[in-house]
T-cell receptor, first 112, second 114 residues
Framework: AQSVTQPDIHITVSEGASLELRCNYS??????LFWYVQSPGQGLQLLLK??????LVQGIKGFEAEFKRSQSSFNLRKPSVHWSDAAEYFC??????????FGAGTILRVKS | DAGVIQSPRHEVTEMGQEVTLRCKPI?????LFWYRQTMMRGLELLIY????????DSGMPEDRFSAKMPNASFSTLKIQPSEPRDSAVYFC????????????FGQGTRLTVV
């Protein structure tokens, strides 16, 4: 069965600093990978997804993620964080059938 | 399209009462998912439907929980009887069938059972 590990529960970065959120997945076949963001009191919004092709994918709000098959990773990055990026970020893998399996999430705090 | 619509946004109920959560998926989507989010367990998939048929309900915690999808534009998640440990945010999401397609989430229903 598929699974996702996000090893960092909380991360704090200074505004303007770079960001990397880690995600490791377990899936026997070609993984379909997603990053979602959740602001307080809101549903989840898709940032980006990977299912084939270029291993570096661009998303909304200036985010990007790199798929590394050899490391079973799909880390999310942003070169310069804004205060409005403070939220919870979820990595997910598309598994059997049509379902998404989510990681535990990483809460991002941004210091001004 | 207005997106996935869930109602109510907030529900407070007493232990033992029946609770019904509602979801209207995005028009044209043929897959629907119910998730539960808690601090302790994160996002858990409870059940999902494809073309109104339940495909996997292995995440439904116990018989007190049931879900239906009578047509392509409406689904319900029912808890009867409710218990305090059912307090959580319940999300509905919809998508087109296929592993590479993204799921669109509703705003969620925050359920508090007292």
């Amino acid at each position: 069965a598929q699974s996702v590990t996000q090893p960092d529960i909380h991360i704090t970065v200074s505004e303007g600093a770079s960001l990397e959120l880690r995600c490791n997945y377990s899936y026997g076949a070609t993984p379909y990978l997603f990053w979602y963001v959740q602001s307080p009191g809101q549903g989840l919004q898709l940032l980006l997804k990977y299912f084939s092709g270029d291993t570096l994918v661009q998303g909304i709000k200036g985010f990007e993620a790199e798929f590394k098959r050899s490391q079973s990773s799909f880390n999310l990055r942003k070169p310069s964080v804004h205060w409005s990026d403070a939220a919870e970020y979820f990595c997910a893998v598309g598994g059997e059938g049509n379902k998404l399996v989510f990681g535990a999430g990483t809460i991002l705090r941004v210091k001004s | 399209d207005a997106g996935v619509i869930q109602s109510p946004r907030h529900e407070v109920t007493e232990m033992g009462q029946e609770v019904t959560l509602r979801c209207k998926p995005i028009s044209g989507h043929n897959s629907l998912f119910w998730y539960r989010q808690t601090m302790m367990r994160g996002l858990e998939l409870l059940i999902y439907f494809n073309n109104n048929v339940p495909i996997d309900d292995s995440g439904m915690p116990e018989d007190r929980f049931s879900a239906k999808m009578p047509n392509a534009s409406f689904s319900t998640l029912k808890i009867q009887p409710s218990e305090p440990r059912d307090s959580a945010v319940y999300f509905c999401a919809s998508s087109l069938w296929g592993r590479s397609t993204e799921a669109f989430f509703g705003q969620g229903t925050r359920l508090t059972v007292v």
